[in-house]
């Protein structure tokens, strides 16, 4: 008798503490959100992440009925927001512009950084995406990929790019290319991808890929010449543009930009976070600025974009383990 009594009451206490909490967890979620938003930039202000924030952040606030503030947190490509997200409490309070450096290749590129990109956040939504250009000094003879291949295969080593640091997306999109080509171009890093474009221009190296904003004036100008994009299709503001994979079939190297929460987050806040911030980034105007800048407004699902964040992080993990990159903690 007496051990039938403790079982249903243990039953009784784990069937009452359940009801609570989810009965805690349904007020939450439909008084949300009851106070401000903010979402965290891992980068200053006036740059393509915090720029494609503040674009969403107004028409998040209009739908949510809550201001939407942007919090921006600069430094260490971007660990220190997204440490701080990680931190933060688990209430749709605090977000995080997610991006393709913090959450696909930092994790791959480092042994230690201050967060787990998978296990410490729940993804809400792809928000954008851009491919960048692959540009070439003008007196480089090459028009296509194919042609500049041949240029390095006839004489090995001939060929520089640049890129705006060890293990940047420029970076990367080099070494994946001498990877699928089986060529041996030569990376030069550089502090930013500015000062690196104009030695591109100059003829101290002989290609870089890079945005095609910061390319543009440039190309118009003859000073570079761009011979393809780095997506898997056509960029819609290049669209005579071919891409790498069209002469190297499954080359693809974009940047994206999500919004992620804290992990644990309730899942109906997930979801409403989701469809609001997928109709702001599709909002005409906000989707019209964003193509301006070279990027294509998404608006995905959080399962879609916890796929492409895993996907992603195995693609650039193939490339630096088989280009031998590591950056020291």
């Known amino acids: 008798m007496t051990n039938t009594y403790l079982r249903l009451t243990r039953l009784v206490y784990v069937i009452t503490v359940t009801c609570v909490v989810m009965s805690v967890q349904l007020v939450q979620s439909q008084a949300y959100p009851s106070k401000p938003i903010r979402i965290i930039v891992g980068s200053s202000p006036g740059g393509a992440p915090d720029i494609l924030a503040r674009s969403i952040a107004q028409k998040l606030s209009d739908a949510l009925g809550q201001q939407v503030v ?5 430094g260490a490509s971007g660990t220190i927001g997204a440490e701080i997200t990680a931190k933060s409490a688990a209430d749709g309070y605090t977000l995080l512009l997610s991006t393709t450096m ?33 540009v070439v000094n003008a007196t480089i003879p090459a028009k296509t990929v194919t042609e500049l ?11 520089n790019f640049g890129s705006a640091g060890n293990g940047s997306p420029a970076h990367l999109g080099g070494e994946m290319l001498n990877i699928m080509a089986g060529t041996h171009m030569i990376h030069v890093p550089y502090k930013g991808a500015a000062p690196a474009l104009v030695d591109v221009i100059s003829g101290q190296i002989q290609f870089i890929i890079t945005s095609p904003i910061s390319a543009g004036p440039h190309m118009l100008s003859g000073k570079v010449r761009a011979i393809a994009s780095t997506g898997s299709k056509r960029n819609p503001t290049l669209p005579e ?30 979801n409403q976070l989701s469809k609001e911030s997928a109709k702001a980034i599709n909002v005409a105007e906000v989707r019209d600025r964003i193509l301006r800048d070279g990027a294509v407004a998404i608006g995905s699902g959080p399962q879609d974009y916890d796929q492409l964040i895993r996907t992603e992080r195995r693609r650039y993990h193939d490339v630096i383990q088989k280009a031998g990159i590591l950056i020291e903690d």
């Open 149 to 159: 291949i041949q240029i390095e295969k006839t004489k090995p080593k001939s060929l």
């Open 102 to 134: 913090g959450f696909a290749i930092l994790p791959n590129l480092k042994k230690k950084i201050p967060y787990d990109a998978i296990k410490d956040f729940a993804s809400v939504s792809l928000l954008a995406a851009a491919s960048n250009v692959l």
């Open 241 to 270: 543009l071919p891409t790498i994979a069209e002469s190297l079939p499954g080359f693809e190297i974009t940047q994206w930009w999500g919004l992620s929460a804290p992990t644990r987050t309730p899942a109906a806040v997930i």
């Open 70 to 74: 942007i919090d921006n947190r600069a």
